[in-house]
């Protein structure tokens, strides 16, 4: 068993970077994600990294960069939060069509405008359709385990995608909490050396990122979908397999308390520990309620979502993001689209909270949960959504 | 010879789209652009290797001999060699349908 | 090193006979600067790697799924062709080091055309030739946005017509003069910047080779004439590089650690008016205007010189 030390998340995180043995960091600083570089490139100037750490001068280059570490077969990490994220958008397109396994930490914070440092999804949500693994962790755990996880999927030979893990700024990048840190050992049975299947080399000279005639490009596009598709199944061996390594085991749909549960709530990231408390609280006043929490976005768990849910009445779905004109948040949109026409169709609620970090608390999510009780009783297959605790004549 | 449009099936593409035969242009024939070609006039040739080292398509080559001809095959037909040779030794001459 | 006139030419068939750009290309009947790609695959070997902003010879050189490049070629995006070389450098520099690549020397080539140099490229230039990187950055310029159609760019001379700088009939074409990247490069204090022209072959093989043995980074800028673009018959564009040196409005220079040498000096300078004529983008220019262009190169050349003794260069 690792050594177990109570450390900020972001050190953490900059942490199993280093356990991962990644060979180039591109970064560009932005807040909240600072602490995740500062303490990389520190690790690195006092020699305990063997890697170069590459001040980009801007994110657009920090994944551009990254891609030409990928391109000749090294390990790349980045990270950034929502700017960043938004600045680099091209990028982060064009090294998932070409297969370049990079992974990013995403500092999970809102999309401007207005400008604003604190947490929420709007960063991830813009990128939703970009063709990377995209997976949510929900305390210092779990992102120090899942950085290791992220290399050994991205870097399979069946996957070579590139992979985010999207943790709530500040909420979590800079709290302290308890974790285990891997023996180096460990790691050397989880995590394999990086063995593209082309590289930039001049004893065997390809061409990467040619020009994608009509005649080829949708090829070329059901050729990137499927490994994505696919991937589901490595993904789930390499989170059985980091189980049976560490004795934690993850999975794309993770359930509190789901059995007999006629209401469940649905999350992403940090909420999913305190509504689980909130399950509890409701539970002891007998409400029959559970939880679930979307671990993995990207690919979309559809058979695992649809089997957590399949004996629930009614859904209300927390999203911390927005979809501008559309018919609610993008978790709340994704589900509704994924339960379609499918054996079990509840009463879908859906709640857009906690934007720029503002705080959900527990009283907040039994407000939401009675909330949602009532609109179900008035008008159960009420497709609307409310942005809760926003003040307003 | 690679295979294009109608064959190419989706499972086909390496990854990445990457394209791993080096050089396969070469199959391209650019020669179909032209409406001039070169004709080189060997008797004013002096082996100089203006032509050569000027055409942008590597449209021609050494013959054994150390005299220079143009590759038809991707002679474009732009007339640089004709213009830069410094003996006037090669001239454009009108393609026939 | 003097300009190699046209008549002492046997010297070009000491340049490796080797093509590590394919023909087969589709680049325009006459293009100077797939040329200048030709020159520069020459003079860098197979022991290359190169990045590759998009543009005219990304397009030309990779239209799936052919591709012309016999060495390593990778393209990513329009603006980080410096952004990719030097991912490709440093990445390359850790495999080395931890022993999992053997040990050899790659040189590590970042290309892109004006508009990828000294429009949206220019940040990520900055960024790697101030990180340091052991890499080259060709900028190949062929004045426009040659590629989307002949738009202007900051390098499109003053008075070309461009279709977003057409000579109208209230504004007479491109007003402002192109942007002197090379000396922007330079004031980045890198080891090596240096001005070229595929019309002078061996002057450009002879630099690329210098720049990729010089450790830290390198910029050369080549002068790529576009018939197409310019609007000149396609025969001409090797005559068009030697009137831009002849005039003085494209001087060939090398800054060495911050030492300017002309390479190639011209003792008398041709009237810019032969090398403006013969070019369609330039056919309205007024007598007024052609004086204006004649003065500035003066002035630039002039300020040039000035450099060169300044600091030592010859």
Redesign the interface.
């Known amino acids: 068993m690792g050594k177990r030390i109570g450390l900020e998340v972001s050190l953490s995180a900059a942490e199993a970077v280093k356990m991962a043995n990644v060979d180039c960091i591109a970064a560009y600083p932005i807040t909240p994600q600072t602490h995740i570089v500062e303490h990389l490139s520190e690790l690195v100037n006092n020699g305990e990294l063997d890697a170069e750490f590459i001040p980009v001068e801007s994110e657009h280059s920090a994944m551009s960069v990254s891609a030409g570490v990928s391109a000749v077969g090294a390990r790349a990490f980045t990270c950034t939060s929502s700017q960043g994220l938004a600045l680099m958008n091209e990028i982060v397109h064009i090294v998932a069509s070409m297969r370049l396994p990079i992974v990013m930490i995403l500092a999970n914070r809102s999309m401007s405008g207005p400008i604003s440092i604190w947490n929420d999804h709007t960063d991830v949500m813009s990128i939703r359709d970009c063709g990377w693994i995209q997976v949510f962790a929900n305390n210092g755990q779990e992102v120090f385990d899942n950085v290791l996880f992220a290399y050994r999927v991205a870097e399979s030979q069946k996957v070579m995608l590139p992979l985010i893990v999207n943790i709530d700024g500040f909420i979590l990048t800079h709290v302290i909490e308890p974790v285990e840190f891997w023996e180096k050992e460990q790691v050397e049975r989880y995590l394999p050396d990086f063995k593209p299947v082309y590289t930039m080399h001049p004893d065997r000279p390809v061409t990467m990122g040619g020009v994608g005639m009509p005649y080829v490009f949708s090829e070329a596009k059901v050729a990137q979908d499927e490994p994505l598709i696919q991937s589901k199944t490595e993904i789930i061996t390499a989170w059985k397999e980091l189980g049976d390594i560490v004795g934690r085991y993850y999975k794309p749909i993770e359930t509190y308390r789901i059995e007999d549960a006629e209401t469940l709530f649905v999350t992403q990231g940090s909420f999913g520990e305190t509504v689980s408390l909130v399950v509890d609280a409701l539970r002891d006043e007998g409400e029959s309620v559970g939880l679930v929490m979307d671990r993995l976005w990207r690919p979309f768990p559809f058979d695992e979502f649809r089997e957590a849910t399949s004996q629930a009445k009614n859904l209300i779905v927390i999203d911390r993001a927005i979809s501008y004109g559309g018919q609610g948040g993008p978790l709340a949109i994704d589900i509704r689209s994924a339960l379609y026409k499918g054996e079990n169709q509840p009463n879908i609620t859906n709640f857009i909270c906690g934007l720029a970090g503002r705080d959900v608390t527990i009283n907040d999510f039994k407000n939401i949960y009675h909330k949602a009780m009532e609109k179900v009783k008035e008008n159960p297959r009420e497709e609307d959504f409310e942005y809760y605790g926003v003040r307003g004549k | 010879m690679t295979k294009t449009r109608q064959d190419l099936a989706w499972q086909e593409l390496e990854i990445g789209a990457t394209l791993i035969t080096p050089g396969n242009s070469e199959e391209y024939k650019s020669g179909d652009w032209r409406s001039i070609r070169p004709v080189v006039d060997n008797k004013k040739c002096i082996k100089c290797g203006t032509c050569y080292i000027f055409c942008p398509d590597a449209a021609i080559y050494e013959t054994e001999e150390g005299f220079f001809e143009a590759n038809l095959y991707y002679c474009k037909g732009c007339g640089i060699c004709a213009t830069e040779c410094p003996t006037q030794a090669i001239e454009m001459v009108e393609e026939e349908e | 090193m003097e300009i190699v006139e ?2 002492n ?2 010297a ?2 000491l ?1 490796t ?1 080797k ?1 590590y ?7 325009c ?4 600067e ?2 200048a790609v ?2 520069v695959a020459k003079a860098l070997g ?4 190169v ?1 590759s902003a998009t543009g005219c010879m ?2 030309i ?17 329009f ?2 062709a410096a ?13 080395m ?2 022993g ?2 053997p040990k050899k020397k ?1 040189t590590f080539l970042a290309m892109a055309g004006d508009g990828g140099t000294s429009d949206i490229g220019v ?2 230039l ?2 790697a030739l ?2 340091g990187h052991d890499f080259i950055y060709i900028c190949y310029d062929n004045e426009a946005y040659m590629n989307t159609g002949i738009q202007r760019s900051s390098s499109t001379p003053y008075g070309a017509s461009t279709t977003t700088s057409p000579a109208g009939k209230v504004i007479p074409g491109q007003m402002t003069w192109k942007k002197n990247m090379p000396e922007i490069a330079a004031a980045h204090t890198i080891p090596y910047v240096a001005t070229a022209c ?1 019309s002078y ?1 061996i002057d450009l093989v002879e630099k690329v080779k210098k720049a990729a043995r010089l450790k830290g980074p390198a910029y050369v800028h080549i002068l790529s004439v576009c ?1 197409t673009g310019w609007r000149l ?7 068009a590089g030697r009137l831009a040196v002849e005039t003085g409005v494209f001087p060939l220079y090398e800054v060495e650690h911050g030492r300017y040498r002309f390479t190639g000096k011209i003792e008398k300078l041709r009237p810019v008016k032969e090398y403006l004529k013969i070019q369609g983008r330039f056919r309205h220019l007024s007598e007024e205007m052609i004086d204006t262009i004649q003065k500035r190169v003066v002035e630039e050349y002039e300020k040039l010189e000035k450099k060169v003794e300044m600091t030592e260069g010859d």
Not at chain 3, 29 to 32: E, K, M, N, R, T
Not at chain 3, 46 to 49: C, F, G, Q, S
């Open positions: 046209p008549t030419v046997y070009y068939k340049i006979k093509e750009f394919a023909p087969g290309h589709r680049a009947q006459g293009c100077a797939a040329l030709r020159l197979r022991n290359v790697i990045a990304e397009i050189s990779s239209p799936m799924p052919y591709t012309s490049w016999r060495v390593p070629w990778i393209h990513v995006a603006e980080n952004a990719v070389a030097s991912g490709a450098e440093a990445g390359m520099k850790v495999l080091r931890k999992r690549v790659i940040q990520a900055s960024g101030e990180r595929p072959p018939p018959p396609p025969e001409l564009a090797i005559k």
